[in-house]
Nanobody, 126 residues
């Protein structure tokens, strides 16, 4: 049974940092495209960052480039998102997701990711 469980969200002041974790089970992380998505109130879910399965190449949305760093530890079956210089507009529920496939992770639409975690709230506010 495939499971993804996010942790690490919380309340942080603007300019602060958080590290999200996504613990996975039921599949081999290295064979799956995995990524972080977020959804703010009243907005559609959007892709934040992802890692491709074959070569580990990454993608970042323009809004988070330089500030966020995605990584994965295949031995621990865990993915991370280091978020620095957080802004109020980063406030959202953050989800991790995965799907089997060898294409670059950004080639997959949001709805093509088959497995999702329950989400973790990130609030950036003073």
């Amino acid at each position: 049974q495939v499971q993804l469980v996010e942790s690490g969200g919380g309340l942080v002041q603007p300019g602060g940092s958080l590290r999200l974790s996504c613990a996975t089970s039921g599949f081999t992380l290295g064979y799956y495209a995995i990524g972080w998505f977020r959804q703010a109130p009243g907005k559609e879910r959007e892709g934040v960052s992802c890692i491709s399965s074959r070569d580990g190449s990454t993608y970042y949305a323009d809004s988070v480039k330089v500030r966020f760093t995605i990584s994965r530890d295949n031995a621990k079956n865990t993915m991370y998102l280091q978020m620095n210089s957080l802004k109020p507009e980063d406030t959202a529920v953050y989800y991790c997701a995965g799907r089997w496939g060898g294409r670059h992770c950004s080639d997959y639409e949001v709805h093509e990711y088959a497995y999702w975690g329950q989400g973790t709230q990130v609030t950036v506010s003073s």
